[in-house]
Protein backbone atom coordinates (compact mmCIF):
# COMPACT_ATOMS: atom_id res chain seq x y z
CA UNK A 1 0.00 0.00 0.00
CA UNK A 2 1.29 3.49 -0.66
CA UNK A 3 1.76 6.16 1.76
CA UNK A 4 0.88 10.10 1.01
CA UNK A 5 2.45 12.49 3.01
CA UNK A 6 0.96 13.06 6.48
CA UNK A 7 1.59 16.71 6.27
CA UNK A 8 -1.13 17.39 3.04
CA UNK A 9 -3.21 20.10 3.44
CA UNK A 10 -7.03 19.56 3.76
CA UNK A 11 -9.01 21.61 1.58
CA UNK A 12 -12.76 22.17 1.70
CA UNK A 13 -14.39 21.99 -1.99
CA UNK A 14 -17.20 24.39 -2.03
CA UNK A 15 -19.00 23.75 -5.49
CA UNK A 16 -22.63 23.88 -6.21
CA UNK A 17 -24.84 20.85 -5.64
CA UNK A 18 -28.61 22.13 -6.05
CA UNK A 19 -30.56 22.44 -9.51
CA UNK A 20 -28.49 19.45 -11.76
CA UNK A 21 -27.68 17.66 -8.96
CA UNK A 22 -25.97 14.81 -11.04
CA UNK A 23 -23.83 17.18 -13.09
CA UNK A 24 -22.60 19.34 -10.32
CA UNK A 25 -21.84 15.79 -8.44
CA UNK A 26 -19.73 15.12 -10.88
CA UNK A 27 -17.88 18.49 -11.23
CA UNK A 28 -17.63 18.33 -7.56
CA UNK A 29 -15.67 14.90 -7.99
CA UNK A 30 -13.53 16.29 -10.36
CA UNK A 31 -12.90 18.93 -8.36
CA UNK A 32 -12.00 16.36 -5.43
CA UNK A 33 -9.73 14.43 -8.07
CA UNK A 34 -8.04 18.09 -9.13
CA UNK A 35 -7.53 18.68 -5.68
CA UNK A 36 -5.74 15.10 -5.00
CA UNK A 37 -3.60 15.79 -8.00
CA UNK A 38 -2.21 19.20 -6.40
CA UNK A 39 -0.94 16.95 -3.52
CA UNK A 40 -4.17 17.92 -0.88
CA UNK A 41 -6.42 16.17 1.13
CA UNK A 42 -10.36 17.04 -0.11
CA UNK A 43 -13.44 17.91 2.21
CA UNK A 44 -16.51 17.75 0.04
CA UNK A 45 -19.82 17.11 2.47
CA UNK A 46 -22.19 17.77 -0.67
CA UNK A 47 -21.12 14.55 -2.16
CA UNK A 48 -22.09 12.71 0.81
CA UNK A 49 -24.37 14.70 3.79
CA UNK A 50 -27.71 14.49 1.05
CA UNK A 51 -27.51 10.91 1.59
CA UNK A 52 -28.10 11.35 4.97
CA UNK A 53 -29.70 14.49 5.72
CA UNK A 54 -32.95 15.92 4.18
CA UNK A 55 -32.33 19.08 2.30
CA UNK A 56 -35.80 19.97 3.06
CA UNK A 57 -35.92 19.90 6.52
CA UNK A 58 -32.30 19.44 7.75
CA UNK A 59 -30.51 21.96 6.03
CA UNK A 60 -29.66 23.96 9.44
CA UNK A 61 -27.56 20.71 10.59
CA UNK A 62 -26.50 20.31 7.17
CA UNK A 63 -24.74 23.93 7.54
CA UNK A 64 -23.53 23.50 11.28
CA UNK A 65 -21.71 20.42 9.59
CA UNK A 66 -20.48 21.64 6.70
CA UNK A 67 -18.54 25.27 8.94
CA UNK A 68 -17.36 22.31 11.41
CA UNK A 69 -15.57 20.66 8.69
CA UNK A 70 -14.44 23.92 7.29
CA UNK A 71 -12.93 24.83 10.53
CA UNK A 72 -10.58 21.63 10.03
CA UNK A 73 -9.07 23.10 6.77
CA UNK A 74 -6.59 24.53 5.47
CA UNK A 75 -8.21 26.25 2.86
CA UNK A 76 -11.36 26.30 1.20
CA UNK A 77 -11.51 26.45 -3.16
CA UNK A 78 -14.50 28.09 -4.56
CA UNK A 79 -14.96 25.80 -7.80
CA UNK A 80 -16.39 27.45 -10.58
CA UNK A 81 -18.26 29.78 -11.90
CA UNK A 82 -21.21 29.71 -10.38
CA UNK A 83 -21.33 30.23 -6.69
CA UNK A 84 -24.44 29.07 -5.44
CA UNK A 85 -26.40 30.50 -1.82
CA UNK A 86 -24.46 27.81 0.31
CA UNK A 87 -21.15 28.69 -1.17
CA UNK A 88 -21.71 31.99 -0.58
CA UNK A 89 -21.98 31.04 3.34
CA UNK A 90 -18.98 29.08 3.34
CA UNK A 91 -16.73 31.58 1.41
CA UNK A 92 -18.10 34.83 4.07
CA UNK A 93 -17.41 32.20 6.96
CA UNK A 94 -14.23 31.53 5.84
CA UNK A 95 -13.08 35.27 5.30
CA UNK A 96 -14.52 35.84 8.82
CA UNK A 97 -12.15 32.99 10.26
CA UNK A 98 -9.19 33.98 8.20
CA UNK A 99 -9.37 30.54 6.37
CA UNK A 100 -7.51 31.35 3.01
CA UNK A 101 -9.94 31.06 -0.08
CA UNK A 102 -8.65 29.70 -3.71
CA UNK A 103 -11.00 30.22 -6.26
CA UNK A 104 -11.00 26.88 -8.95
CA UNK A 105 -12.26 27.47 -12.25
CA UNK A 106 -13.28 24.74 -14.58
CA UNK A 107 -10.44 25.29 -17.16
CA UNK A 108 -7.98 24.37 -14.30
CA UNK A 109 -9.40 20.82 -14.48
CA UNK A 110 -6.75 18.10 -15.75
CA UNK A 111 -8.41 14.85 -14.32
CA UNK A 112 -7.69 11.59 -16.19
CA UNK A 113 -10.30 9.04 -17.23
CA UNK A 114 -11.18 6.31 -15.12
Not at 85 to 113: C, H, Q, W
Request: hydrophobic share 35%; with cysteine.
Amino acid sequence: METKNRDSPVVYIASPFAGDEQHNTEMARRYCRYAVDQGCIPIAPHLWLPGILSEETERDLAITMDLRLLDLCSEIWICGETISKGMRLELKYALSTGIPVRFVEEEELNVRDR
